[in-house]
């Protein structure tokens, strides 16, 4: 695996954990490791859902810029991202 995707994923992971720590605060049920993974795995298919519901037409007639990346280039890393949490966590 190149060296910036280990990098994005530990980023990640970090992010994740921060998230997890300071959301636990207010809901004590996310320690629950099933809880919390069903719970990123669903909010994962409704970005990706979201994403391909406002764009996926308009990328299919064009690949417009959207901010540092193109529409395509974002649709395709939300599924993505989408594919490996639903692996990671089942």
Same mark, same amino acid.
């Given at each position: 695996? #190149? ?6 994923? &530990? ?15 207010? &809901? #004590?049920?996310? !320690? ?24 996926? !037409?308009?990328?299919? &007639? ?11 280039? &974002? ?12 692996? !990671?966590?089942?």
């Amino acid at each position: 695996m #190149p060296r910036y995707l280990e990098e994005s994923i &530990r980023w990640v992971q970090q992010m994740e954990n921060t998230y997890r720590t300071i959301l636990t605060k207010q &809901r #004590p049920i996310v !320690e629950s490791d099933s809880i919390f993974e069903t719970a990123l795995v669903r909010a994962c298919g409704y970005w990706m859902l979201d994403t391909l519901t406002r764009h996926f !037409e308009s990328a299919l &007639r064009k690949d417009l810029n959207w901010g540092i990346s193109t529409t395509r280039q &974002r649709i395709l890393a939300r599924l993505e991202a989408f594919i490996t949490t639903t692996q !990671e966590f089942n």
